[in-house]
T-cell receptor, first 110, second 112 residues
Framework: DAGVTQSPTHLIKTRGQQVTLRCSPKSGHDTVSWYQQALGQGPQFIFQYYEEEERQRGNFPDRFSGHQFPNYSSELNVNALLLGDSALYLC?????????FGPGTRLTVT | KQEVTQIPAALSVPEGENLVLNCSFTDSAIYNLQWFRQDPGKGLTSLLLIQSSQREQTSGRLNASLDKSSGRSTLYIAASQPGDSATYLCAVVDTGRRALTFGSGTRLQVQP
């Protein structure tokens, strides 16, 4: 059984550009959450998707948006990239209470 | 607003020692608490999930306890091994919400 997968693994973008990150949940999971982890910090919640709807959102600006597809996979989009958006972006999937994380996408904004 | 604190921030122990990692949270109205392990530059691996109605959970050499009323959880690692070296993160889900709120982690190094 494949766990949570994310693509790409690494990404380098320039300030002002837009980026799309992708996540495939663990088999049987219908809920996907996205987190941002700065170096040396714990992950910060961005938002959660369930049944193709954003169910809850953390304290992130509207530049951060997402989507969930009928097969439960998800995308995270970030517009107008800032240097401060450089971080590890983690996707987590769940069906019950336990959340399972993917390996993350390392985004570097130069 | 929920805040999660982990002490110590870093810990170095010789192989074979038993150790305790601490986690505290400011709002006791939690739904559950989860402990994770993170290797450098990698994703998170779930270790233990404790529901708010439970006092502890065990998996192999790991034991996690929860005292909701005092806002504390501990992760006990028995007979530590070099392979246990990683950052350990504690996270809570507040009642009525769905997001995990994380601490900053404890970076553990087990010396051979």
């Amino acid at each position: 059984d494949a766990g949570v997968t994310q693509s790409p693994t690494h990404l380098i973008k320039t300030r002002g550009q837009q980026v799309t990150l992708r996540c495939s949940p663990k088999s049987g999971h219908d809920t996907v959450s996205w987190y941002q982890q700065a170096l040396g910090q714990g992950p910060q919640f961005i938002f959660q998707y369930y049944e193709e709807e954003e169910r809850q959102r953390g304290n992130f600006p509207d530049r951060f948006s997402g989507h969930q597809f009928p097969n439960y996979s998800s995308e995270l989009n970030v517009n107008a990239l800032l240097l401060g958006d450089s971080a590890l972006y983690l996707c987590a999937s769940s069906w019950g209470d336990e959340q399972y994380f993917g390996p993350g996408t390392r985004l570097t904004v130069t | 607003k929920q805040e999660v604190t982990q002490i110590p921030a870093a810990l170095s122990v010789p192989e074979g020692e038993n150790l305790v990692l601490n986690c505290s949270f400011t709002d006791s109205a939690i739904y559950n608490l989860q402990w994770f392990r993170q290797d450098p530059g990698k994703g998170l691996t779930s270790l233990l999930l404790i529901q708010s109605s439970q006092r502890e959970q065990t998996s192999g050499r790991l034991n996690a306890s929860l005292d909701k009323s005092s806002g504390r959880s501990t992760l006990y690692i028995a007979a530590s091994q070099p392979g246990d070296s990683a950052t350990y993160l504690c996270a809570v889900v507040d009642t009525g919400r769905r997001a995990l709120t994380f601490g900053s982690g404890t970076r553990l190094q087990v010396q051979p």
